[in-house]
T-cell receptor
Framework: DAKTTQPTSMDCAEGRAANLPCNHS???????VYWYRQIHSQGPQYIIH???NNETNEMASLIITEDRKSSTLILPHATLRDTAVYYC??????????FGAGTILRVKS | GAVVSQHPSRVICKSGTSVKIECRSL??????MFWYRQFPKQSLMLMAT?????????EQGVEKDKFLINHASLTLSTLTVTSAHPEDSSFYIC?????????????FGDGTRLSIL
């Protein structure tokens, strides 16, 4: 599975959109981009995933570039409860999720 | 949404005892379950993959005789830490997947914090 690169940490003002980037320049055609987050002392929470097209659900939007080498997770109106570690994982469906260091998102009032 | 329940949420026990952790998928049948371990300020590390009705597949460096995994039904997998020692103290997390059906992500339990005295 392709390696992903994420910024170590980011800050976002409460109520504003949080845009979390992820680089996956070696991604293959069969690999999906998955996003999970982990709030302190809890198990990871699934957010969204996609292959080629942009995706949106009740939690977030996932924007994947046309060449699929990078993507951005968008939390449209960040709240304090969105403070967490966000993991971007490129994985061929059915394979194992391998977690990197992720991005620590701090939402501030 | 999919719910994965893990029990117990926290356990404290003496060195040398064995501890069993349960992972249940509450609203779907999980053909595959995964067990992870997380040390403080570190990311999750996959320990093993279990498929219902077959032996678990362990990641390199994980002792299969130390960490016994049983996946006897489509809704339950258990991890038993045998003869636990202080270095086994960690946050253990399971996840469940419907398997290769459609396009379904893994869903995680809330973890078990294991402290060995």
């Amino acid at each position: 599975d392709a390696k992903t690169t994420q910024p170590t940490s980011m800050d976002c003002a409460e109520g504003r959109a949080a845009n979390l980037p992820c680089n996956h320049s070696t991604i293959s055609g069969n690999e999906y981009v998955y996003w999970y987050r982990q709030i302190h002392s809890q198990g990871p929470q699934y957010i969204i995933h996609g292959l080629k097209n942009n995706e949106t659900n009740e939690m977030a939007s996932l924007i994947i570039t046309e060449d699929r080498k990078s993507s951005t997770l968008i939390l449209p109106h960040a709240t304090l409860r969105d403070t967490a570690v966000y993991y971007c994982i490129a994985m061929e469906y059915g394979n194992k999720l391998v977690f990197g260091a992720g991005t620590i998102l701090r939402v501030k009032s | 949404g999919a719910v994965v329940s893990q029990h117990p949420s926290r356990v404290i026990c003496k060195s040398g005892t064995s501890v069993k952790i349960e992972c249940r998928s509450l609203d779907f049948q999980a053909t595959t379950m995964f067990w992870y371990r997380q040390f403080p300020k570190q990311s999750l590390m996959l320990m093993a993959t279990s498929n219902e009705g077959s032996k678990a597949t362990y990641e390199q460096g994980v002792e299969k005789d130390k960490f016994l995994i049983n996946h006897a039904s489509l809704t339950l997998s258990t991890l038993t830490v045998t003869s636990a020692h202080p270095e086994d103290s960690s946050f253990y997390i399971c996840s469940a997947s419907r398997g290769l059906i459609g396009n379904q992500p893994q869903h995680f339990g809330d973890g078990t914090r294991l402290s060995i005295l």
